[in-house]
């Protein structure tokens, strides 16, 4: 199956181009990876007017143009990522996302950033299924179907699905520190509340058979990044999870992000991408290939205890966040926030070399920026990385890096082999 997949860049002119070198969505496999949609027309390549309501209508309509432009339709996003401005705004875009999912609700994330590109308001991004893999007429495994669950062990929302799998993936909503019982935040500070994250996640995982260290990838959202070292204390209490893992020392690839603001006013807000090894049946027997879960990293890129510099799955390799760091040193490179963005990019490029990969099979990037009015400056050096300007992309502001950096990257690339055990 493996062999008919490629990497597949789509636009169309009834969504933006964007802003910046990368493209509407990226297909492989079975997932198309859609570059964060901006409230832009895109006739007018302007923001439209109005307030968050109509910017997040915007926002839909250009998804809603990329995913009809693919020939599919909205009950195919598994994922929604919704970022604004102003956390107050968030009842505003629920009610304009409810039209555009009045049945089935994908997983879901909301985060208040610092800065969105053009001054928005909202940015919005999907992840959407892709059926029929990303060769014409090849002999794909088409019989896949999503699967949504929902457990009461872990808060539910009519507004999203807890976790919804499609092929070798179980996506899961970005789990808020409340409990489930009580519909409210867990009393304590940001240690009680990042544990109360984690048991969500756990249950969610328990509700569908699957074990917690078949995690392949974690993004956690802080309204104070001085808090990670807690969040850390706790979240090493859950990782690695199995004596297996122990012994392999095994945790997922992971991205650490600061939020203004984020739902219910919690402290933290976990997110987790998570292997799913049988697919989604109806599938052949021969498309259930022993699929394992394959962590790798490399000297030539910063290394940490607490992730892993890239875990492969399935057809994607997800590579964690990457500092301006120099990995011989382990010091932040001199010079502005060009020389930051090279050292970024340098890392991830030395992770997928190391894996034997490309920078071509890279599908999505998301940058995180100190002050977003350093885009074209990271651009400068961004193309010299993606000269086609292939993959899909999310940029937004923060508040705050790691080690007081001025960028930080992180990105999804293709894995044509699949990870079968080796011979």
Do not use: W
């Not at 030395?350 to 990969?357: G, N, T």
């Amino acid at each position: 199956m493996s062999n008919y997949n490629a990497v597949l860049a789509r636009n169309t002119e009834n969504a933006p181009k964007g802003i910046g070198p990368y493209s509407q969505t990226v297909a492989f496999s079975h997932y198309n990876n859609f570059s964060a949609q901006l409230p832009i027309d895109p006739k007018s390549g302007k923001l439209v007017a109005g307030g968050a309501k109509e910017q997040s209508e915007q926002c839909f309509k250009n998804i809603k143009a990329i995913v009809d432009s693919i020939d599919h339709v909205m009950s195919d996003v598994v994922r929604i990522t919704v970022f604004v401005k102003n956390i107050k705004d968030i009842d505003a875009v629920d009610e304009v996302y409810k039209t555009f999912f009045p049945g089935y609700v994908p997983t879901r994330t909301i985060v208040a950033v610092a800065a969105l590109p053009m001054d928005a308001l909202v940015q919005i991004e999907a992840l959407v299924s892709n059926g029929e893999g990303t060769i014409p007429n090849a002999p794909q495994a088409g019989d896949l179907i999503k699967l949504t669950n929902n457990t009461v062990n872990a808060p539910t929302s009519p507004l999203s699905t807890q976790a919804v799998a499609f092929s070798h993936y179980n996506n899961l909503s970005a789990q808020l520190p409340i409990d489930p019982k009580s519909g409210r935040v867990v009393a304590g500070g940001v240690k009680e509340q990042a544990g109360q994250c984690l048991k969500n996640i756990k249950a969610i995982l328990e509700s569908i058979d699957v074990p917690f260290d078949d995690i392949v990838k974690i993004n956690i959202f802080l309204k104070n990044l001085s808090d990670i070292e807690a969040v850390n204390e706790v979240y090493t209490t859950f990782f690695p999870d199995s004596a297996i893992a122990r012994a392999a020392a095994y945790v997922p690839a992971r991205t650490t992000v600061a939020a203004s603001a984020l739902p219910m006013d919690a402290l933290v807000q976990i997110e987790a991408v998570v292997s799913h090894g049988d697919g989604t049946p109806p599938q052949a027997v021969e498309d259930r290939h022993g699929l394992i879960i394959e962590a790798n990293n490399t000297e030539n890129a910063p290394k940490s205890s607490l992730y892993t510099q890239t875990v492969a799955f399935s057809h994607y390799n997800h590579i964690s966040a990457q500092l301006p760091l120099n990995p011989k040193t382990g010091e932040m490179v001199a010079g502005g926030v060009k020389e930051q963005a090279g050292q970024c990019l340098k890392n991830i490029k030395a992770i997928v070399e190391s894996i034997d990969h490309v920078m071509d099979d890279v599908v999505k990037v998301n940058i995180f920026l100190k002050n977003i009015a350093d885009i074209n400056a990271v651009d400068e050096v961004y193309t010299t990385f993606f000269p086609s300007g292939v993959p899909a992309r999310r940029t937004v502001g923060v508040s705050a890096l790691p080690k007081d950096a001025l960028v930080q990257i992180d990105a999804v690339v293709s894995n044509a082999e699949g990870t079968p055990p080796k011979a």
